[in-house]
């Protein structure tokens, strides 16, 4: 179709990857959509709102049927730019204004990358048209397939919140209205995702095994820095944020496992690694979704994001406290939910590259990256330990924690339906992987239904419903065999406190609950600690201490501060040049015009 200048076409493509990837967005748009209308009517709205909310998931549908470098770039940066303005929503508060500036830098530096790689790619093809990428990549030049490679991997990674390109997701979605949260962290990023599919696997075919490998260390870092920099928040929403990245490097391995499992010809593995991959994309979708739209009814009835002014919440919302359980079990990757046999399928797959890789080398990656998997799943589950325990359980730690009420009916059946889908995708792993499969040829892996198959375990192979079935029997052999084996004696007391009445500041609390953790991998984490004692005055005599810690993230201290901090050095000296000397811009002016002459000639 003709495009907004003369001349310029858009062209549009719909094959089985941009149906996957459009189904994701349209289904979880409409859960967020009814969540937000839920929410404007008894918290207020969002003025304005609305016509940028429909303007993001049209740009999102776009991008992902987008049939040219064109089309694709003017989607992807009215995606941008309309996500930008609903981050900025609460615009009057300088944290929301700081994160807004902080995410429009990161994704036009992002853009940038993308734009780069296809001007190479269009210069290499003669054309800007996806299809002819496709047809010519086997005859690119590699050293310039690699540069195209390497400028998509910054481009798309920084979408995606790929570490160390990750520094905007943990502060625009925070800030940024639940329901626009749930989008961008569920949905958005994925785009970032879809467009590595693309260039891995069309624009750049065939490609070296370095490239997976890449791919694969991203990921495995994304994996266990994310859950492990989520284990230190005490902010609700920057804990999911940073889940986010730790799922993205889940989607990774997976991804770079592929890749790498393509370059050894081994096609059983690239499959079934691929569909673990875009497996997980459409499970933490769904999950993390329903887990920011919890954190946003969280938020709403108690007036705060901080985990230690939470608690006893279950009992005054138990609807929300199911729906984050269900939620909070499924990113921790728990059977029989969804994002257990996601996982289940990457853990295979890392397993069947180790057996098809011949080189040492190539097979000991997948081998560390199963580690570090199994490492990130343990963590996860320390991680929402705290996160469901400290928010829900216990006694309240605040007046709003105890005053908060259940949400309203279109927020409850927004959470509910994803929370229902969460165990449905667990349940129905099998057939969704095969499902997959025929969306995307390349994903259509003969292990992946095998896999989540009715076969024994020790082969590798587990049955999700069977498992279902297995932990339902526990439950009720539990229940039922002490009372067969005669009556059950119980008795009801007051919980023995020493003699002292059990106040919430008796509680355990967020900090106390990862301290362990956090000075196991203090190394990593760098946590700093800030003490303050108040003495009574005239006396040495103490009357508080105030303790507060928080982490340094490394990359942000050690990497984005420094080049800040570098770029803002140059800027001083640059600023030299412009000193309010007429005659000297008339130089500049002529210098410029002489030096274009001279380059010209």
Not at 4 to 14: E, S, Y
Not at 30 to 49: E, L
Not at 120 to 126: E, F, H, M, V, Y
Not at 410 to 422: I, N, Q
């Amino acid at each position: 179709m003709d495009g907004p200048l003369p001349g310029l076409v858009l062209t549009w493509q719909l094959d089985g990857l941009s149906l996957l990837f459009g189904l994701v967005v349209l289904s979880i748009s409409v859960m967020t959509a009814v969540y937000a209308i839920g929410h404007a009517r008894h918290h207020g709205g969002f003025p304005g709102s609305g016509l940028l909310y429909l303007l993001f998931i049209l740009a999102m549908l776009a991008v992902v049927v987008a049939g040219d470098g064109f089309t694709f770039l003017l989607a992807w940066e009215t995606m941008s730019l309309a996500s930008f303005a609903l981050v900025l929503t609460d615009h009057r508060r300088v944290a929301v204004r700081q994160a807004a500036w902080s995410y429009l830098v990161m994704t036009h530096t992002a853009t940038a990358f993308i734009l780069a790689a296809f001007l190479l790619l269009a210069r290499t093809s003669g054309s800007l048209v996806f299809a002819d990428w496709t047809v010519r990549a086997p005859a690119l030049d590699p050293v310039v397939a690699s540069v195209v490679f390497l400028l998509g991997l910054v481009g798309f990674g920084t979408k995606a919140g790929m570490i160390p390109l990750h520094v905007w997701l943990p502060r625009a979605h925070p800030v940024a209205p639940s329901h626009v949260s749930a989008l961008m962290s569920g949905v958005m990023i994925k785009l970032g995702i879809y467009g590595l599919v693309r260039l891995s696997f069309e624009w750049l075919v065939p490609g070296p095994a370095w490239w997976g490998a890449l791919i694969l260390a991203l990921g495995a870092t994304s994996a266990v820095l994310g859950v492990l920099y989520a284990l230190m928040e005490h902010d609700l929403k920057r804990l999911l944020a940073y889940h986010s990245v730790e799922n993205i490097g889940i989607i990774l391995m997976g991804l770079g496992a592929a890749v790498v499992a393509r370059s050894l010809g081994a096609q059983v593995a690239m499959a079934l690694a691929l569909v673990a991959a875009l497996f997980h994309v459409v499970n933490h979708a769904t999950f993390k979704a329903l887990l920011f739209m919890g954190a946003g009814t969280i938020d709403a009835a108690v007036g705060t994001r901080d985990l230690e002014r939470c608690g006893g919440l279950l009992r005054r919302m138990p609807i929300t406290g199911l729906c984050f359980l269900i939620g909070s079990a499924a990113i921790s990757a728990l059977p029989p939910l969804n994002g257990f046999a996601s996982e289940w399928l990457t853990f295979q797959s890392l397993l069947t590259l180790g057996r098809v890789a011949i080189e040492p080398q190539t097979a000991l990656l997948p081998l560390l990256a199963g580690g570090a998997l199994a490492l990130t799943g343990a963590l996860a589950v320390a991680c929402f330990v705290k996160a469901f325990g400290i928010t829900f359980l216990a006694l309240p730690r605040s007046p709003r924690a105890a005053a908060a009420r259940e949400t309203g009916r279109l927020e409850l059946a927004a959470m509910g339906a994803l929370a229902v889908a969460c165990i449905a995708l667990g349940l129905g792993a099998a057939p969704v992987a095969s499902f997959i499969g025929q969306l995307v040829p390349l994903a259509a892996a003969p292990l992946a239904g095998p896999a989540l198959g009715p076969i024994s375990v020790g082969s590798g192979r587990l049955v999700v419903p069977g498992i279902a079935l297995a932990l339902l029997a526990i439950a009720v052999l539990v229940t039922l065999v002490p009372r067969l084996l005669g009556p059950v004696r119980s008795r009801i007391a007051e919980t023995w406190a020493c003699g002292i009445t059990l106040q919430p500041i008796h509680e355990y609390t967020a900090t106390a609950f990862a301290k362990p953790i956090r000075l196991m991998f203090r190394d990593i984490v760098r946590p700093v600690r800030d003490v303050g004692i108040v003495h009574r005055a005239g006396t040495r005599f103490v009357a508080s201490v105030h303790y507060s810690s928080h982490i340094a993230p490394v990359f942000e201290r050690y990497v984005y501060l420094a080049v800040k901090d570098r770029l803002v050095a140059a800027a001083h000296v640059v600023r030299r040049a412009q000193n309010g000397s007429l005659q000297l811009y008339l130089a500049y002016v002529f210098a410029a015009v002489l030096t274009a002459l001279l380059l010209a000639r």
